[in-house]
């Protein structure tokens, strides 16, 4: 039997769900154009004025947020309420450039809160049940939202964080835990230590697993769920209007149903940022319709996906996302974290290296392998073996304090990374990460 954690808002006559966004859009548009002089910027020069947001069908006269916005707003220029009002921030790695500072007041909270509720019950989560969260806890969004999600939910939650692996199945089997939420990575790195331990899925009781935070394909899935015993729910997020939450699966599996009543979701070209009718393949963009002290408007996820409003055997009204199916722009997302390209440009450049590097990734046992192969000068190359490991060493430390991940790294001999005649080519990945 399926269970709801807001029946009457998941389950709501679309009409009513509709109704509800036009007036929460309102309201919304006119809280930002007050208080927020950096989109009411953007507003006055494309010429339009809260007054003409009449419902979501005016919505694209507004203009878009993107990453590059948040960068020049950095820290506080998109904030809509005065810090007083704030309980709580949360980022993502990265230098002040890429780093991505959200703010929450207390009703924010709450609201994020719900919605990782929602997605719990979704995959079968009751006051009974013992949550383990391993997603990481501090500024990631993983850990505090779930975690919250949980306590809403009532079950007995137990803080692990990510790591510590064997300690985490101690955990699994001394407490009992039901629920598992993490990173699909991870939950497929618990699943491989639970057989090197020598036990088996019928030595824990997990029953079912919220994985979300990066790509991972249907075979993934079907492999984690028969390592552990479970059956694997997807969740998807983003620190920018929350965190982990923004959409869920269900038991029907077909898409992840989107929290309508606090999101708008549109598909966009991310050429042209034109509208595109439902069902269509391109960006992700998002308004958030109740956040009050970090309330972006139209937020370019870059994720591309599709919308369908299908009838969903859950019996939810909630629209429903694709998986993610790539993305319209050069971030990667590696064991979980998100990682652009010209953030190890940045560390190679600070640590007197060439800009002359190649990332190379790979999935092997589901687990994601980053290596990172740099190009030394002759001086540096001149250097003994004995250095050079050293120097590695170094530069992967530095690596893991700009990234929060710890990339293996190879210094290499002068003019041994290929040249481009155009674009360079960075990156190589090998995984699979969409169906
Ligand atoms: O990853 C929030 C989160 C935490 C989601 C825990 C789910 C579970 P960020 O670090 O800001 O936030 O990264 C957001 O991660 O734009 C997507 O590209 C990607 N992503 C998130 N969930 C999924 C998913 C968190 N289920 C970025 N499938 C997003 C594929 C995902 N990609």
């Known amino acids: 039997m399926e269970r709801y954690y807001q029946k009457e808002i998941e389950c709501a006559p679309v009409e009513e769900l509709k109704a509800m966004q036009n007036a929460k859009l309102v309201k919304q548009v006119k809280h930002v154009y007050e208080h927020v002089p950096y989109y009411r910027d953007l507003m006055d020069k494309k010429g339009v004025k809260p007054e003409d ?15 590059a916005d948040l960068r020049d707003a950095y820290p506080y ?7 007083s009002e704030c309980v709580r921030i949360q980022s993502t790695s990265g ?3 890429r780093r991505v500072v959200a703010f929450y007041t207390q009703h924010d909270i709450d609201l994020w809160e719900e919605c990782c509720a929602r997605a719990i019950v979704a995959a079968g989560g009751t006051k009974d049940d013992v949550c383990q969260v391993a997603y990481g806890y501090g500024l990631f969004t993983g850990g505090p939202g779930l975690n919250g999600g949980s306590h809403k939910v009532g079950c007995l939650t137990l803080p692990m964080s990510s790591g510590n692996t064997e300690r985490q199945i101690q955990f699994m089997r001394d407490l009992g835990s039901t629920i598992l939420c993490c990173t699909p990575s991870y939950a497929a790195y618990i699943g491989e230590t639970l057989k ?9 009781k997990l029953k079912a697993g919220i994985f979300g935070a990066e790509p991972w394909t249907e075979a993934m899935r079907k492999d984690i769920e028969a390592s552990l015993g479970i059956k694997a729910y997807d969740i998807y997020g983003l620190t920018e209007t929350s965190g982990p939450g923004v959409s869920f699966e269900c038991s029907e599996q077909t898409g992840m149903h989107i929290n309508e009543d606090h999101f708008y979701a549109e598909i966009i070209d991310p050429d042209t940022g034109e509208v595109l009718p439902e069902g269509e393949k391109g960006e992700l963009v998002f308004t958030s319709l109740d956040k009050e002290a970090f309330p972006l408007l139209r937020y370019r996820t870059r ?3 599709v919308l369908n409003r299908k009838k969903c055997s859950c019996g939810r009204t909630l629209i429903k996302m694709s998986k993610p199916m790539g993305r319209s722009d050069d ?7 998100n990682v652009f390209p ?3 440009e940045t560390v190679l450049l600070e640590q007197g290296y060439t800009p002359n590097y190649r990332i190379e990734l790979d999935r092997v046992n589901n687990t994601d392998t980053f290596d990172v192969y740099v190009e030394m000068s002759q001086e540096q190359f ?8 050293l120097k590695e060493k170094e530069l992967a430390s530095a690596l893991k304090t700009m990234l929060g991940i710890n990339p293996k790294m190879h210094l290499v001999a002068p003019k041994t990374i290929t040249r481009s005649e155009g674009k360079a080519v960075r990156v190589i990945d090998r995984r699979k990460l969409h169906d």
Do not use: E, W
């Open 95 to 97: 230098t002040t450039g």
């Open 303 to 305: 994720d591309i996906c």
């Open 331 to 337: 971030m990667l997302i590696i064991r979980g974290v």
């Open 196 to 204: 090197d331990m020598g036990l088996t899925p019928n030595d824990i």
């Open 382 to 389: 001149s250097d003994t073996v004995k250095d050079i490991t």
């Open 77 to 83: 220029g998109l904030l809509a309420v005065p810090l």
């Open 342 to 344: 010209s953030q190890i």
């Open 53 to 67: 947001i009449k419902s979501t069908a005016d919505i694209y006269k507004l203009p878009f947020i993107s990453k």
